[in-house]
């Protein structure tokens, strides 16, 4: 079975600063990777996703994510944060022909004006 | 075009209870699944549905169980309800089986079990 570690539960970061949320599975076979925000009161929204190809994923809402084999890592990114993009973040990781999402504990962005 | 609509929003039940929550995917997408969030578990996947078919269970008790009908929409439904069962039920459609093409969620049904 798979599993997903966010390294960081609560960010805070300044507006206009980059982040970076990390995030490590383990999983010794072919993974789908996946990064999605949950607004208050919300659903999640899925932000980005990597199935095969490129390992440098670029999503909506100017995030990017890598995806590092060796590493078993999945870190999302954006260079300038705005105050819109405090939200709760999971990583997710699916084995390839799966049909269910394996969600890490969420990381807390908050950004301050 | 609509986004996934679950219903109700809200559900206050109390212990030993049943409850069905309903959720309506978002036109022409034909799978449905279904996760649990709760504080201390975090999101854990219940189960989905294809073409009225369920494809894939979580590791969730027998009193969890759903079912989809054929315009896709489906219900989930929970026996005897437990404290432990408060949580929001987000539900999650997308165009095919599996997780390849994007899930697109609802906005939950928050359950509070007293």
């Known amino acids: 079975a798979q599993s997903v570690t966010q390294l960081d539960s609560q960010v805070p970061v300044f507006e206009e600063a980059p982040v970076e949320l990390r995030c490590n599975y383990s999983s010794s076979v072919s993974v789908y990777l996946f990064w999605y925000v949950q607004y208050p009161n919300q659903g999640l929204q899925l932000l980005l996703k990597y199935l095969s190809g490129s390992t440098l994923v670029k999503g909506i809402n100017g995030f990017e994510a890598e995806f590092n084999k060796s590493q078993t890592s999945f870190h999302l990114r954006k260079p300038s944060v705005h105050i819109s993009d405090t939200a709760e973040y999971f990583c997710a990781v699916s084995l390839s022909g799966d049909y269910k999402l394996s969600f890490g504990a969420g990381t807390t962005v908050t950004v301050r004006a | 075009k609509a986004g996934v609509t679950q219903t109700p929003r809200y559900l206050i039940k109390t212990r030993g209870q049943q409850v069905t929550l309903s959720c309506s995917p978002i036109s022409g997408h034909r799978s449905v699944s279904w996760y649990q969030q709760t504080p201390g578990q975090g999101l854990q996947f219940l189960f989905e549905?294809?073409?009225?078919?369920?494809?894939n269970k979580g590791n969730f008790p027998g009193r969890f169980s759903g079912r989809q009908f054929s315009n896709s929409r489906s219900e989930m439904n929970v026996s005897t309800l437990e404290l432990g069962d408060s949580a929001l039920y987000l539900c999650?459609?997308?165009?095919?089986?599996?997780?390849?093409?994007?899930?697109?969620f609802g906005n939950g049904t928050r359950l509070t079990v007293t």
């Open positions: 549905y294809f073409s009225e078919t369920q494809r």
């Open positions: 999650a459609s997308s165009l095919t089986a599996g997780v390849r093409d994007p899930l697109h």
